[in-house]
């Protein structure tokens, strides 16, 4: 097959849509903005008309940039953000609860006694973080009508109208059996959604429809998460690498092959992606916000945005014995204790805004640091390096910050839009199923490479101060 493609990422505050061709590169780009709420109560909301509209919007600028047809339709999503909506007419019956939602808090409180058998059937622990708690408290609060499924199943039905998801977006839900890769008859039972009519799962490359609401026929050939997505893009197709993207959140991602490996580090076992009928799984670690910390210091006016990361951060040697955990919205893997909030130590009058961006950045990295580690001693070896992505790889300062806490290489992506190139990779793959997934793959290359400069011993002391903080946090102490 030959031709572009026209890949859409559809995340949680805006969509990239890019037109790309194997031959000539990038040859259109889109945007839309979406603001997702954040309401009293953990609560975070999207409008789904709003997700659908920038998906239509990004693509249709890409393709008038691009200004040619394309052979197939690549789709990202969010991975854990659902509604309930009517299959027959498509319209949403819900909000979207947006995958930092915490509401399905109660939910899971009562599903406790069986966190232990939903962690072996499905790789996943019990946190509202996941699409089955949202799903049931939906069901249990909003309503009993229509189907309730993750965003992409309802974005694709709009494209499209088919009923599907694909196996890596499945498996974030906590209903899928892990081994397996289809849908478990016991979780939905124990969330209480047996009766549910839940979309097939396919694999991340296969024709699944056509769409043609960017006013030519396209065929939707690739879906997938959005982290599984950057994953696939920065070329960690086989066990021992790992790569983190830092966007609204921070998310590590580690191959581990064509098994799931279930450790005790904290760390989530998924899907990686389904090709041709076969498996391959990850090991997956999420920093609930990264960029949105960045916002939340910049509302408060102490930057003015994530471009003043170095030049703020850079006016100080040091934090200044700031110690800050950015847990705005929980802390994620490998605690799971979404319910506690961040805290901001070792205050000063002399404290001032570089102390707090220098704090910001080392408590970011420390929380990679421990999804790195966690994913080292379930992979039974130590990480390479980190291949990393995101918008706020372009702060040398968090990078370096990053590399100096790993004590690793830190290899920054050459490819801006990691999401969007991986789920064009999987177009490809769907509307050529001769292809090697290696062939479909853009080629990679670190645009900067990161090493530590600073010794072991002190990147230790600093890791040891974020921990007594978090510590703190855990023992409810903190503040």
Known sequence: MTGPVLAVDQGTSGTKALVICPERGVLGT??????????????????????????????????????????????????????????????PLTDALVWQDRRAESVCTELAEHADELRALTGLPLDPYFAAPKMAWIRRHLTREGVVTT??????????????????????????????????????????????????????????????????????????????????????????????????????????????????????????????????YCLDGQVYTAASAVRWLTDLGVIGGAADLDTVGGSVSDSGGVTFVPALAGLAAPWWRGELRGSLTGLGLDTGPGHLVRALCEGLAAQVVELAEAAAQDL??????????????RSTLLMQTQADLLQRPVEVSALPDATALGVGALARLGADPGLEPADALPDWKPAAVYEPRISAQEAGQRLGEFRRAVTALLDGTAG
């Open 380 to 393: 039974g070896t130590p990480l390479d390096a980190l291949r990393v992505d995101g918008g706020l790889t």
């Open 151 to 280: 965003s992409d199943a309802w974005l694709v039905h709009r494209l499209t109208g088919a009923f599907v998801t694909d196996a890596a977006t499945a498996g974030r839900t906590q209903l899928l059996d892990l081994d397996r890769a289809e849908w478990s008859g016991r979780a939905p039972e124990l969330y209480g959604l047996t009766d549910e009519h839940l979309p097939e799962v396919v694999d991340n490359a296969q024709q699944v429809g056509v769409t043609r609401v960017f006013g030519q026929e396209i065929p939707l050939t690739g879906l997938a998460v959005d982290q599984q997505a950057a994953l696939l893009a920065q070329r960690i197709t086989a066990p021992g690498g790992a790569k983190c993207t830092y966007g609204t959140g921070a998310f590590l991602l580690a191959h581990t092959g064509s098994a799931p490996r279930r450790g005790d580090s904290g760390l989530v076992s998924c899907v990686a992606w389904r090709l041709g009928g076969r498996t391959s």
């Open 30 to 91: 889109g945007f839309a903005e979406v603001r997702p709420r954040a309401l009293p109560g953990g609560r975070v909301e999207a409008d789904p008309a709003r997700l659908y509209d920038s998906v239509v919007e990004a693509g249709a600028r890409a393709l008038a940039e691009a200004g040619e047809p394309v052979v197939a339709l690549g789709l990202a999503n969010q991975g854990e953000t659902v509604l309930a909506w009517d299959p027959e007419t498509g319209r």
